[in-house]
Each structure stands twice: as C-alpha cells, then as structure tokens.
C-alpha cells in the first residue's frame, strides 16, 4: 500500500513539474520556446516531437510498473511496454539533432550522456524481455525509467543548486542574477543524472537482498 501511494505521489509530482514546461511547446510556436531557437526549420519540430515522446514515455513508464496491470493483463502490459521503449528510442534519437545546437560544452555533454544511457538501458530492458529473462527485464527497465525520470529530477534540483551557488559565493552574485540561473542549468542535468543513478542502483540493491533473506 505504501509503494502505491509513492507512485502516486511520484506521479503527480512528475505532472506538476514537466506541466509548466511542455505547456508553451503545446502552441506549436517558436518564439514561445523556453530554449533559444536557431532554427524554426529543423530544430523546432524536432523539439515538439521529441518533447511528445518523451511525455509518452513518462506517461507509460509509470503504467508499465503497475503489478496490478502486470499479472492481471499480461498483453496490455506488452502493448504499454512496447509504446514506453517505442517511444524512448525516438525520443532519444531526436535529441542527439537537438544536441547540435547545444553551444554550451558542459549541458551538451550531459545530454548526450543522459541519451546515451537513457537508450542503452531501454534496449536492454526490451532484450531481456525477448529472452524472457525477466528479472533482468525488470531490473533493466527500471534503470531505463529511472533515467527517463530525469528530466524530472534535474528541474527539481534546480532551487538546490541556486541555493548552493549562492552559498559557495559568499552570499554574493558575482556575475548577477542572470549568470547564477545560465550556470545552474548548465549542470543540473548532470546532477539529476547522478542522483537518478544512485537512487535506481539502491533500489534494486536493496529488493535482491529483500529476496535473498
């Protein structure tokens, strides 16, 4: 009952904060984006497209955890499954032409390796399944679910991080308010990334040795 109500909790906290973000790309026009746009051409579809499968995926990520939907109906458990990894590999290979017009080298560094992983760990999550590995398999997709959960977590961070800007200044905006926010961004993927990496890795952990007792 306590693991329910987390995912409940995880979920609308999940809506609450990606809402304020996908909701100007919903107008399908550039200037309302929330990233500088270089080209209304290329980089902007990409971006709607890999923004609406990347919500698809959040979306039946947390679907394809629930045990009720999982032994009850195995098929539709599949078909969620399949739309979730359908959806991270575009998602994912549409962000590596969003990278392209990243200037920044530290922020772009940090999604290429969040797609990396983020794509690495998915299909391996479908691989087990076709081998009906499926301890592996559920291991597998929650690492996966765990990084698509990131985009989550690094915005979470974000008045963590300000704070800690601050403090590490001496309670002082060397470079202004402005240069503070640029700074913060550049690396709150990073940190997200990290933190998502430690939490996914104790929880499986800590439910093998659950089932080794």
């Keep these: 009952m306590k693991s329910k109500k987390n995912w409940w909790i995880l979920l609308i ?4 904060v990606m809402s304020p973000f996908i909701a100007p790309y919903l107008t ?5 984006s929330r990233i500088q746009i270089d ?14 499968f990347a919500a698809i995926a959040l979306l039946t990520g947390f679907l394809q955890f629930n045990a009720q939907l999982r032994k ?7 078909l969620v499954g399949k739309v979730y990894i359908s959806s991270v590999l575009l998602s994912g290979l549409l962000a590596f032409i969003i990278i392209l017009y990243i200037d920044n080298f530290a922020k772009a560094t940090s999604f290429i390796a969040l797609t990396i992983i983020w794509l690495y760990t998915t299909i391996k999550g479908y691989v087990t399944a ?3 590995n499926f ?37 002082s905006l060397p ?3 402005a240069q503070m926010v640029e700074e913060v961004l550049n690396v709150n993927i990073w940190v997200g990334l ?9 929880i499986i952990i800590n439910k093998k040795t659950k089932e080794n007792r």
């Design 39 to 52: 080209s209304s051409s290329i980089q902007y579809p990409v971006l709607i497209l890999h923004i609406f």
């Design 13 to 16: 906290v999940s809506i609450g």
């Design 135 to 171: 301890s592996e398999h559920r291991k597998w997709m929650i690492r996966s679910f765990g990084v698509t959960l990131v985009a989550v977590c690094g915005r979470l961070t974000v008045p963590i991080l300000l704070l800690t800007y601050y403090l590490l200044h001496g309670f």
């Design 130 to 132: 076709r081998q009906r």
């Design 175 to 177: 470079g202004g308010r």
């Design 28 to 32: 399908l026009n550039p200037t309302n």
């Design 72 to 78: 009850e109906k195995p098929q539709l458990h599949s």
């Design 194 to 202: 990290i933190i998502n990496i430690i939490i996914i890795e104790w």
